[in-house]
C-alpha cells in the first residue's frame, strides 16, 4: 500500500473510529442506562416489598403475641375481639392442642391461611398469617394463636402504590391471582415472569422489565414486579444517519489531507529511519514555511534534544539505584503490604522505563498469584484486569513459572506458548525471583509438591515471588543495568513480604487463645466497642451471650486437666460450628466463654442458644483416662443472653447482663439458658400492645415505625425466671 493509501486509511481509521465506538456507545449507554434504571427500580421496589410484608407480618406476629400474653381465657378472646378492632389485624383465631378452634373473631379471610415463616405458598394465597405457641403461666402448651390479614387486590394495590410498580400476584402454577397491570401487557409481563430466574431481571417485547421475587422463606408470596423502559423511540435510525454521514465526509477529507501531504512526508520519513536505527545526528532540510516545515524544524530540535537526554538520563538512573536503597529502608518498615508492592512496582517501572509490570506472590498450591499489576490494560489473559489475583501462573510454567522454579532471572523477547500459561501479552520482558531474607524461617520448606528447588537463596530460604516488566519504548530488549534495578527492587519486595508475615503472625498470636484457638479477652473488649458503636450507627441490635460450662472443676478433679484442656477445645470447636461467619466467639478466662451475634435480636439468640446447649448435651467429648483408655465425659453448658441496646446502654454493661443471666441460668439448675431481665419495669397495660400502633392509611406497616409491643420477661418460649440466687457455680 502507498503512504497516499495509509494516510487515507489512518485518517478514516481515526475518524471513524472514534463516529463507529461514539455511536455504539450512545446505544448502549443509553440501552445500559434504561436498563439500570429499571433494574434499580425493580430492586428498590423488591426491598419495598420485602419490608412491607414483613412488617406486615411483624404486625400479625405482635398482635398473636398480645393475645397469647392474656391468661384469662374469657380476657383472651375479648383481647382478639380489641386487636381486630385496632386495625392490628383482620381476624384472629384461637386453636387448641387438639387442632379445635376455641375462638375465632368474625369476618375473617377465607382459609387456608399462608403461614408468614413459610418457605413458599402451597396453592393461592388468600391471607397472611403469624401463629405463635399459647401457654398457661406454667409453661405447659394449651395451643396457637393466629393473627390474618387478607391478601386480596386491595393488598396488591397498596404494594403497588407503596413501591411504585407494577405488581401481580402468582398463584402456585403461575397463573394471575391479582394484578395491577393492564390488560395489553399482561400476558408479556406473565411470560417474561416464567423466563425470570432469581432476582434476575427480564426484557418483554414492548419495553418493560420485569422482575419476579419470591416465593422465599419469610416472604411467601409469589409476586412478580414489572415497570416500563424510558428508551427514546428511533434511536439506532438516528444513529445510523449520523454514521454514514460523518463516513462520507471522512472520506473526502482524508482524499484531500493525503494528496497534499504525502510529497514532502518522503524527506522526512526517510530521517526518521535513521533516527529509528539509532542515529541520533541525522537532520531534514528545511525547505518551507508551512506545517511540514515546521514538522521538520521541530523533528531535527527532537534529535538534538533526544541525544541529550539519553546522556543525561544514564547518568540519573546510577542516581536512582542509589536513592531507591534509602527508599527500600522505608518501604521495609510498614506493614502494608499491597501498598509496599504498589510503590516497589511502580518504582521499578519508573526506574527502567516499562510500559507494565506486576508482582506475584507464591501461594501454599505451588501458583503464583498476582498481588498488584500496573499497565497491562488490553494485556490481561483472561479474567477480570482490575483484579490483580486473577493473573495465576502455576511454578514451572512459562516464563514467570520458570523463573519462580529455578530462582534465576529472565529476559527477552516474548514467544507465546502453546497452550497459553495464563501470562500477560507482551514485546519483551524481564523477571527476577525474590526469597526470603537469609536467616528467615520458610514457612512451607524447598520440596514442596509443585515447587522445584530454586537457587541458593531460594533453596535455603523457600521462594516467595517473582518481579516483572514488560515492554520499553521504542520496543527495545532489557539490559543488564535493567536486571541489576530490578534485583534491587526484588531485594526490597523479599523484605517488606517477610516483615508483613512476621507481623501479622504476632498480631494474631496477640489476639487468638493458644489452647481453644478462638479470641481471647483482649480482643473481647476491642470488638464489644466496635460492635456496639457499630449497632448505634445503623440502628441494630447485637446480642451477647455469655456460655459456662456446668461443674468442669469436677471434670479436671476426676480425670485431670489434660482432659479438662480436651474439654475445652473440643467445646470450643463445636461453638464454632453453629455460629455464623460474621458472629465472635472468645475464650474470656479458664471454663467461660462469651458470643457476639451481630444484628440479632433476642428471638435469634435464644435459637444459637439452644443449638449451642444440644450439641454439647448430646454428645459428650471422649478424652482419655487415667489408664490411658478414651472415655465419654458427658458435659453441659449454662447460657446467659443480653441484648444491645434493650437490657443496657454500653459494651461493658451489655457484658455485665448477659453475665447476670448466666447466674440465673445457672441458679435454675444449669444446663439452660435465660434472658437478661430489662433494666426498667415494664408498665402494665390490659393489653400490652402500644395505644398509637395504628395501622398507616395504606394498611401495610413500615419496618421500624412505632415502637414493638412490650414482650414479658421470660417471653412464651424461655418460661418464668427462677429467683435471683447467690452466683455461686
Request: glycine share 10%; net charge negative; hydrophobic share 45%.
Amino acid at each position: 500500500m502507498t503512504l497516499r493509501g495509509r494516510l487515507t486509511a489512518a485518517f478514516l481509521t481515526v475518524v471513524l473510529g472514534p463516529v463507529l465506538l461514539g455511536a455504539f456507545f450512545v446505544g448502549s449507554t443509553l440501552s445500559a442506562v434504561d436498563r439500570g434504571r429499571a433494574t434499580e427500580r425493580l430492586g428498590l421496589a423488591a426491598a419495598g416489598v420485602r419490608t412491607s410484608v414483613d412488617a406486615l407480618c411483624q404486625q400479625l406476629r405482635a398482635a398473636a403475641d398480645a393475645v397469647a400474653l392474656v391468661a384469662d381465657p374469657a380476657a383472651r378472646s375479648r383481647a382478639a375481639d380489641q386487636v381486630v378492632s385496632r386495625g392490628l389485624a383482620a381476624a384472629v383465631q384461637i386453636v387448641d392442642t387438639a387442632g379445635r378452634t376455641s375462638y375465632a373473631t368474625l369476618g375473617g379471610p377465607a382459609g387456608p391461611w399462608q403461614d408468614c415463616v413459610a418457605d413458599a405458598a402451597t396453592g393461592p394465597v388468600r391471607a397472611l398469617a403469624a401463629r405463635v405457641r399459647l401457654r398457661d403461666p406454667a409453661g405447659a402448651d394449651l395451643g396457637t394463636v393466629a393473627a390474618a390479614q387478607p391478601v386480596d387486590p386491595a393488598f396488591v394495590a397498596r404494594l403497588a402504590a407503596v413501591t411504585g410498580v407494577g405488581v401481580t400476584l402468582l398463584d402456585d402454577p403461575g397463573r394471575i391471582t391479582h394484578t395491577t397491570e393492564d390488560r395489553e401487557v399482561r400476558a408479556a409481563v406473565l411470560a417474561a415472569a416464567r423466563e425470570a430466574d432469581g432476582d434476575r431481571v427480564t426484557d418483554t417485547a414492548d419495553g418493560r422489565y420485569v422482575r419476579r421475587i419470591g416465593p422465599s422463606p419469610g416472604q411467601p408470596l409469589p409476586l412478580v414486579l414489572s415497570v416500563p423502559g424510558e428508551r427514546p423511540p428511533g434511536l439506532y435510525a438516528a444513529l445510523v444517519g449520523a454514521v454514514v454521514l460523518a463516513a462520507l465526509l471522512a472520506v473526502l477529507a482524508a482524499w484531500r489531507l493525503a494528496r497534499v501531504t504525502t510529497r514532502p512526508l518522503v524527506e522526512l520519513a526517510g530521517a526518521v529511519d535513521r533516527v529509528a536505527h539509532g542515529d541520533l545526528t541525522a537532520r531534514v532540510p528545511v525547505r518551507s514555511r508551512d506545517e511540514i516545515g515546521r514538522l521538520a524544524a521541530a523533528f531535527n530540535r527532537m534529535t538534538r534534544e533526544t541525544g541529550s537526554y539519553v546522556a543525561a538520563l544514564t547518568s540519573s538512573r546510577d542516581q536512582l539505584r542509589g536513592h531507591l536503597t534509602v527508599l527500600g529502608d522505608t518501604l521495609a518498615s510498614t506493614h502494608d503490604l499491597q501498598r509496599i508492592l504498589r510503590v516497589i512496582l511502580h518504582s521499578a517501572i519508573v526506574a527502567t522505563g516499562a510500559r507494565a509490570g506486576a508482582v506475584l506472590l507464591l501461594d501454599g498450591d505451588g501458583v503464583l498469584v498476582g498481588q498488584c499489576v500496573e499497565g497491562l490494560d488490553g494485556r490481561w489473559p483472561t479474567g477480570d484486569p482490575a483484579d490483580p489475583a486473577t493473573l495465576r501462573v502455576p511454578v514451572g510454567a512459562g516464563v514467570l513459572g520458570a523463573v519462580a522454579a529455578t530462582g534465576e532471572p529472565l529476559r527477552g523477547r516474548w514467544e507465546p506458548a502453546d497452550p497459553p500459561t495464563g501470562e500477560p501479552s507482551c514485546e519483551t520482558y524481564v523477571a527476577v525471583p525474590f526469597a526470603a531474607p537469609r536467616g528467615a524461617e520458610p514457612r512451607d520448606g524447598p520440596d514442596r509438591p509443585g515447587h522445584p528447588p530454586a537457587d541458593d537463596d531460594a533453596t535455603e530460604c523457600g521462594a516467595l515471588g517473582v518481579l516483572a516488566l514488560y515492554d520499553r519504548p521504542g520496543a527495545d530488549e532489557f539490559d543488564d543495568g535493567d536486571l541489576v534495578t530490578l534485583r534491587t527492587f526484588a531485594g526490597h519486595a523479599a523484605v517488606a513480604v517477610e516483615n508483613v508475615r512476621v507481623h501479622e503472625e504476632a498480631q494474631r498470636l496477640s489476639l487468638t487463645d493458644p489452647l481453644t484457638g478462638l479470641w481471647n479477652y483482649r480482643y473481647l473488649r476491642e470488638s464489644i466497642r466496635r460492635e456496639v458503636e457499630r449497632a448505634n450507627r445503623f440502628g441494630r441490635m447485637l446480642s451477647v451471650l455469655a456460655l459456662d460450662l456446668d461443674r468442669f472443676k469436677d471434670v479436671n478433679d476426676t480425670w485431670g486437666h489434660a482432659a479438662g484442656d480436651a474439654v475445652l477445645v473440643e467445646f470450643a470447636r463445636r461453638v464454632r460450628g453453629e455460629i455464623r461467619e460474621v458472629d465472635l466467639a472468645f475464650r474470656q478466662g479458664g471454663e467461660e466463654f462469651v458470643v457476639l451475634l451481630p444484628e440479632t435480636d433476642s428471638r435469634g439468640a435464644t435459637i444459637v442458644a439452644e443449638r449451642l446447649g444440644s450439641v454439647v448435651r448430646d454428645q459428650p467429648v471422649r478424652v482419655e483416662g487415667h489408664t490411658g483408655e478414651p472415655i465419654a465425659v458427658p458435659v453441659t453448658v449454662s447460657i446467659g443472653i443480653a441484648v444491645y441496646p434493650d437490657h443496657a446502654a454500653g459494651g461493658q454493661q451489655v457484658l455485665d447482663a448477659a453475665d447476670d443471666a448466666l447466674y440465673a441460668a445457672k441458679a435454675a439448675g444449669r444446663d439452660g439458658y435465660r434472658l437478661a431481665r430489662a433494666p426498667d419495669p415494664v408498665p402494665t397495660q390490659e393489653i400490652p400492645v402500644v395505644a398509637a400502633a395504628v395501622s398507616p392509611p395504606d394498611g401495610l406497616p413500615r419496618a421500624g415505625a412505632g415502637d414493638a409491643a412490650p414482650v414479658a420477661q421470660g417471653g412464651a418460649s424461655s418460661g418464668p425466671h427462677p429467683p435471683r440466687q447467690s452466683r455461686g457455680r
